[in-house]
């Protein structure tokens, strides 16, 4: 069943890309948007998190925490975060739980690879609220980031 605005954001703790634990629950009091992506080192997901990176200043003047969550393992997120300088949490969902609790998942993906992420965006207000829910079918699809700053400026 997917997600959708209204809703609770299931509850979560991923280790990150520095091998440290972060729970969603960290982040109570906070607005957050939680971005899946399928996979680091792939040409839309560098392009999709260097645009976070680069807005790093307009998220943060929203109050808004960024955290992007793949299956990959935390020593694959760790190189990606170094070789492109990200400024925010990658965290790894390498179990597949998180991915799946959001309805944000490819049972089949490109190439037979089987259980990696969906592209999706999910924006939580400072009570554990979902306020906006993006799950897109298609890998090469952004979320729309522009309707996210928007929602992100009347919270």
Same mark, same amino acid.
Do not use: H, W
């Given at each position: 069943? !997917?997600?959708? @605005?209204?809703?609770?954001? *299931?509850?979560?703790? #991923?280790?990150?890309?520095?091998?440290? +634990? &972060?729970?969603?629950?960290?982040?109570?009091?906070?607005?957050?948007?939680?971005?899946?992506? *399928?996979?680091?080192?792939?040409? @839309?997901?560098?392009?999709?998190?260097?645009?976070? =990176?680069?807005?790093?200043?307009?998220?943060?003047?929203? $109050?808004?925490? &960024?955290?992007?969550?793949? @299956?990959?393992? *935390?020593?694959?997120?760790? $190189?990606? $975060?170094?070789?492109?300088?990200?400024?925010? *949490? #990658?965290?790894?969902?390498?179990?597949?739980?998180?991915?799946?609790?959001?309805? !944000?998942?490819?049972?089949?993906? &490109?190439?037979?690879?089987?259980? &990696?992420?969906? =592209?999706?965006?999910?924006?939580?207000? $400072?009570?554990? @609220?979902?306020?906006?829910?993006?799950?897109?079918?298609?890998?090469? +699809?952004?979320?729309?980031?522009?309707?996210?700053?928007?929602?992100?400026?009347?919270?």
């Amino acid at each position: 069943m !997917a997600l959708k @605005v209204g809703d609770m954001a *299931p509850g979560f703790t #991923l280790k990150s890309s520095e091998k440290q +634990d &972060v729970s969603l629950s960290d982040y109570l009091g906070k607005n957050v948007v939680i971005l899946f992506f *399928p996979m680091a080192f792939t040409s @839309v997901c560098t392009a999709e998190l260097c645009e976070i =990176r680069d807005k790093k200043e307009l998220y943060d003047g929203l $109050k808004a925490d &960024v955290l992007a969550i793949s @299956v990959d393992s *935390p020593f694959t997120l760790a $190189k990606f $975060k170094e070789d492109q300088g990200y400024n925010f *949490p #990658l965290l790894s969902d390498f179990n597949k739980e998180v991915s799946q609790k959001y309805g !944000a998942y490819y049972e089949e993906f &490109v190439l037979g690879l089987k259980g &990696v992420s969906k =592209r999706s965006a999910f924006v939580v207000d $400072k009570d554990g @609220v979902i306020k906006y829910a993006e799950v897109l079918d298609k890998a090469s +699809d952004l979320p729309n980031f522009d309707l996210i700053n928007s929602i992100l400026e009347t919270m």
